[in-house]
């Protein structure tokens, strides 16, 4: 008996550290780079940010086609 609730204790006990997966950060500015492999990368927060990061190794900017924008909040008619 006392074999089963340690078992049961350590099942609880390790459930509670494995937590869940970390969720990938969406983020509404995404940048596809020239050159070899052609890599993007949808991490920026401005389109500014997003210039910055590829000046001098070349790409575009784009907006992230998956990202939700929050629609300005106003008076609910």
């Known amino acids: 008996m006392m074999r089963l609730a340690i078992t049961a204790m350590a099942a609880v006990l390790a459930s509670s550290f494995a937590?869940?997966?970390a969720k990938a950060a969406e983020w509404p500015w995404c940048a596809e780079y020239t050159?070899?492999?052609?890599a993007?990368?949808?991490?920026?927060a401005s389109w500014q940010q997003c210039q910055?990061?590829?000046s001098g190794i070349g790409g575009y900017c784009y907006q992230n086609p998956y990202f939700r924008f929050e629609e300005p909040r106003g008076?609910?008619?």
């Open 40 to 44: 993007s990368n949808c991490g920026f």
């Open 52 to 54: 910055l990061n590829i």
């Open 19 to 21: 937590g869940s997966p």
């Open 75 to 77: 008076r609910r008619r």
């Open 35 to 38: 050159g070899e492999g052609g």
